[in-house]
C-alpha cells in the first residue's frame, strides 16, 4: 500500500513554521533544565547522606548514586540529541525563509556557527566551546558524577 504524501497544507506559513519549532526547541530546553535540576538534588541528597550515615550503611550509597548517575546520564544524553535535533529542524526552516525572501544577513535563532556580520568576541568572561556547550553538559556532567560515585564506593570497600 503506497503511503500518500501531501504538500504543504492550505495557509501553510513558514514564518509560522519557524516560530513554532522555535518555540518547541525553548520548551525543551526548559523540561531539560528541570530534569536536569532534579538529579543534581537526588544526588546533593545522597552526598550528604554519605556524610552522616553510618560506617556500617555508607557502602549502598554509592550504589545508589551510580545507579541515579546512569539514569541521569540516559535522561542527558537523549535530551542533548534532541536539542540537536530541533535545532537542526530550526535551522533547516531558517534557510527556506532566508531564501524564499532573499536574505543575505540573516541568522536564525540560536545560531553560532557562520553567523552573518556578528561577531562575539571570546574573553575569559564570555566563551563558548562546542565540545562542552551548556547543552552538552546535560550529557557530560552525570557522566562525572558517576565517576565521582564510583571512586566513592571503590574508596569505602578499600577500608
Known amino acids: 500500500m503506497a503511503v500518500k504524501r501531501f504538500g504543504k497544507p492550505k495557509g501553510f506559513d ?22 536536569f535540576n532534579f538529579f543534581l538534588s537526588i544526588h546533593s541528597g545522597l552526598f550528604f547522606g554519605t556524610v552522616i550515615a553510618s560506617e556500617k550503611n555508607k ?43 532573499r536574505l543575505e544577513d540573516y541568522n536564525y535563532i540560536g545560531q553560532t556557527e557562520n553567523t552573518k556580520n556578528i561577531k562575539v568576541i571570546q574573553r575569559i568572561y564570555q566563551w563558548r566551546s562546542d565540545l562542552f556547550s551548556t547543552t552538552k553538559l546535560a550529557a557530560w556532567f552525570p557522566l562525572a558524577v558517576l565517576a565521582l560515585w564510583l571512586v566513592r564506593f571503590v574508596s569505602l570497600g578499600a577500608k
Not at 513558514?14 to 530534569?35: E, G, I
Not at 550509597?61 to 542533548?80: E, K, N
Not at 530550526?90 to 527556506?96: G, I, L, N, P, R
Open 14 to 35: 513558514l514564518v509560522d513554521d519557524y516560530k513554532s519549532k522555535a518555540a518547541y526547541l525553548k520548551d525543551h530546553f526548559t523540561r531539560m533544565w528541570t530534569r
Open 59 to 101: 557502602w549502598w550509597i554509592p550504589l545508589f548514586g551510580i545507579l541515579a548517575a546512569l539514569v541521569w546520564y540516559v535522561f542527558g544524553a537523549q535530551d542533548r540529541y534532541l536539542v540537536a535535533l530541533y535545532k537542526q529542524e530550526v535551522e533547516q526552516t531558517a534557510q527556506k525563509i532566508e531564501s524564499k525572501y
